[in-house]
């Protein structure tokens, strides 16, 4: 993956925007450099509370702009930055109730957008599997399916995104049963995520667990470099298939 997202010779630099410093926004500080892209503007709740920080003059120049920020701070941010005519990459998660009031924003105002529940290269091959497997569970009714999810303490959202996400794409398949989601919060994990089949006599168990949050940043960086110069309101998994 990183290999993917490298510079590529005679390349030029994107000049990128952070909405957040959270963890999340320090390590994409870290990594953009690397990648072929110039950190010209970065911004945090104390300069940025409700959307106010988002100016024309502060947005010269930028190319992209990233947002790992709040769920309540999300849709002003996307409102504001679309206005500017800057393009974006959004992984904060708990906004995408208002997914298509954000998608009639982005296409009104001609602006390209990539988001996502989850950057993560490995988290959206994921779900491709989990929609095989599901196919392949469903017609045995001898196997229920669960899913569970663990985050760090300081995750906001509760359940993720990422497991709705795997709960959207799976649930069609189970027409007669819902599938039970739990949700842990506790210390410092990057996050989990089990899909799993369960039957009297066996259980089939699928998980993904990140190491950390590069995975989720490079991810971020290769959707930021794509959607450069581009229209349109994509997912993640979208842009991977392209």
Not at 95 to 102: A, M
Not at 113 to 128: C, D, E, P, T
Request: proline share 4%; charged share 25%.
């Amino acid at each position: 993956m990183s290999n993917a997202s490298a510079e590529s010779p005679g390349a030029r630099r994107i000049n990128l925007a952070l909405l957040g410093y959270g963890k999340m926004g320090k390590t994409l500080a870290q990594l953009a450099p690397q990648r072929g892209f110039d950190v010209r503007l970065v911004m945090d709740i104390d300069v940025n509370a409700q959307g106010r920080g988002i100016t024309r003059e502060k947005f010269q120049g930028i190319d992209v702009c990233v947002d790992f920020t709040t769920p309540d701070a999300a849709f002003e941010n996307i409102c504001r930055v679309a206005a500017l005519g800057v393009n974006l990459v959004v992984g904060t998660t708990g906004w995408h109730d208002r997914l298509e009031e954000v998608r009639k924003i982005i296409e009104s105002v001609g602006v390209g957008m990539v988001y996502a529940a989850n950057f993560s290269i490995g988290v959206n091959l994921f779900y491709r599997l989990a929609r095989a497997a599901a196919e392949i569970f469903a017609p045995f009714a001898m196997y229920d399916p669960y899913l569970t999810e663990a985050h760090h303490k300081f995750k906001k959202d509760a359940p993720s995104g990422t497991a709705l996400e795997i709960k959207r794409q799976i649930q069609p398949e189970f027409k007669s049963r819902e599938i039970p989601l739990t949700s842990v919060r506790a210390g410092y994990i990057p996050g989990s995520h089990e899909l799993g089949f369960d039957s009297e006599a066996d259980t089939i168990i699928l998980r993904h667990t990140a190491r950390g949050r590069q995975g989720f940043a490079e991810g971020a960086l290769y959707a930021a470099r794509w959607i450069v110069g581009r229209k349109g309101f994509l997912s993640f998994a979208e842009v991977l298939k392209a």
